[in-house]
Structure formats: C-alpha cells, structure tokens
C-alpha cells in the first residue's frame, strides 16, 4: 500500500506539470536555433537576412505564423536587470532582477500568449524610439491597477548593456514561463529583436498546422537558401523542450510505478501461497481426501472375479 500510494503520488504530480498552464500552447510549434557567429555575416546584412529568412518560412505550406526570440520557454532568461519605472518609487530592499527577453514582430501571435493590452512589436518599431511590452505580473506590481500603456521604464544594470535605457510601454501581454516549470511565471519584460539594425535572437519559432517534424527538411533549404554559410545547430519542437524538462519527474513516476506493481504482484503471490497452505492442510476438514475418494471410485467400479 505504501507503495501503491507513493506511485499513485508522483504520478499524479507529473500529470499536474504536464498540464500546467505555463501561458503559452506547447503544440505544433518547431524551433530552429542557428548559429550567426560563424556565418561571417556584418550586423546590418545579418538582421536584413534574418528578416527575409522570416517571410520566407511565413509563407511556406503548413505554417500559420513564423517569429524569432531569445530566449524560448523553459530556457531561463536572454538578460536580466533592474526596472526603474515611471511614476513608482520602490523601496530599495524590494528591488528584485527582472526577466528580459528579446522577440520578434508575431511572436506572441506564434506561441500562443494572450495580448492583454496595447499592441505587439512591428518592423517599423526599428526607426521610432525604444518600445517595450511587459507581462502582467511586472505590470501588477509596478502599476496596481493603473493603464501601462504610454508610461515609461529604464533599465539599468542590465546583463551585456552598461548604459540605462528608458522604453515606452506599448503592451501586456499574459505571464508565460521562461524558467523553472515548476516555479511561477517572473517578472519579464519584452525588447524588439531588431533594433539599431541589430538582432538580438538567434531561435526561430514556427507554428504549423501540421506535424511540426515533417516540416525540419523545408525549413533546412530554406535555410539555405537565405544564410547559406549559416550553420543550423538545433531543430526540436516545444513539446519536445517541455518533455526534457520533466525527465526527473518522468523518471520518479515510471520508478515508483513499477515498484508499485512489483509490490503488487509479490503480495498477490503471497498471498495465493498463503491460502493453498491453509487449504492443503484443513482439506481433510473439508471432506474426504482428493486421493482416497479416487482410489474407493475405483475399487467401485472394479468387477467381481467371483461372477
């Protein structure tokens, strides 16, 4: 039974992960990670390429909607820093580090998570002022009610950025979890990826409405077609980034189940042993012996050598 119990435990523990709602949807969508260090491409010629390669894979057979970001869910965060927001005045013991990730234009659109407010990034956002969109749990805290949009944060301390930078807010968007599955979403703040003719993501996401799988040969010539000395350094899907995280839960779950019905399976032996000794030993109580009522059938049924 304790085993019985405990499997019964962990299994239900990765079914409650399995169906956590991490503000995203997990299904059908393929991830392409390139590598733009050895492409030998300038800054300027690598964000055009990328925007290219971008219409290129939006307009293919099978695909709904195609984005780029840094980082993807369940990959930690592409930089973290401080938020210095307009009209609230923290405390500096409740200073904490904020998530910061890099997205392209339709990349909520891609994955699934909910606009709430405001608008999403475009192209265009690359020739006006620094632009942002903030998740709800970053707008909860730092506006309480209060409309976002059009108020302004800077940045400061940020991971690879030495100056401050001040955005405008343009948009909220769902919380969505970058980190740990099983820890709450953090506060996340979202940048253009293209921007001062830059990229800062190097992940394309893809959407299908088929097997995500069966489109990795397309997207590969594509590829090629587009950054040909660019090197792919990984293709998986978002289903299969989730499962990878889940391995240890995975694991505990089978473990514990099959010593669940190992258990089972000995005290189910044990106990049919258990009562063929009890019935072997009062069978005499029972009635006449299997063997003696044999051997009287017999003597029954023999003929009389006097007839």
């Known amino acids: 039974m304790v085993l019985l119990s405990a499997a019964g435990l962990f299994i239900a523990n990765l079914s409650n992960l399995e169906h956590t709602d991490l503000g995203f949807r997990r299904d059908h969508v393929l991830l392409v990670t390139l ?14 390429a990328y925007q290219e390669l971008l219409d290129r894979l939006a307009t293919m057979p099978g695909v709904r909607s195609a984005s780029v970001g840094a980082p993807t869910p369940l990959q930690g965060a592409g930089a973290s ?15 904490r580090w904020i998530s910061i990730a ?20 475009s192209f265009e956002d690359q020739a006006r002022s620094l632009v942002a969109i903030i998740s709800r749990t970053l707008a909860g805290y730092y506006f309480a009610g209060r409309n976002p949009i059009g108020r302004r944060v800077t940045l400061d ?5 030495r100056e401050p930078r001040t955005y405008e807010i343009v948009g909220v968007v769902a919380d969505a979890n970058y980190f740990e599955i099983r820890e ?37 010539r594509a590829i090629r077609g587009v950054v040909p000395t660019m090197p792919v350094t990984r293709i998986t899907t978002l289903n299969d980034q989730i499962d990878v995280s889940l391995v240890p839960e995975r694991l505990i779950a089978m473990l514990s189940g099959a010593f669940g019905a190992l258990g089972s399976l000995l005290v189910a032996i044990g106990i049919y042993g258990l009562l063929a000794y009890t019935l072997a030993r009062r069978i005499s109580e029972i009635g006449i012996p299997f063997g003696e009522n044999i051997r009287r059938t017999s003597e029954c049924a023999s003929p009389d050598p006097g007839l």
């Open 102 to 121: 890099h997205v392209a234009p339709r990349y909520f659109e891609t994955l699934g998570t909910p606009l709430l407010a405001g608008r999403g990034f």
């Open 157 to 161: 301390t940020v991971t690879g950025v």
């Open 35 to 48: 590598d733009p260090s050895r492409s030998g491409y300038s800054d300027e010629r690598l964000s055009r």
């Open 184 to 220: 709450s979403a953090r506060r996340t703040i979202y940048l253009p990826a293209f921007h001062d003719g830059l990229v800062d993501a190097q992940t394309f996401l893809i959407r299908t409405d088929i097997a995500p799988e069966s489109l990795a040969g397309d997207v590969r």
């Open 81 to 95: 820093g401080f938020a210095t927001v307009e009209g609230y005045q923290e405390r500096p013991e409740d200073r």
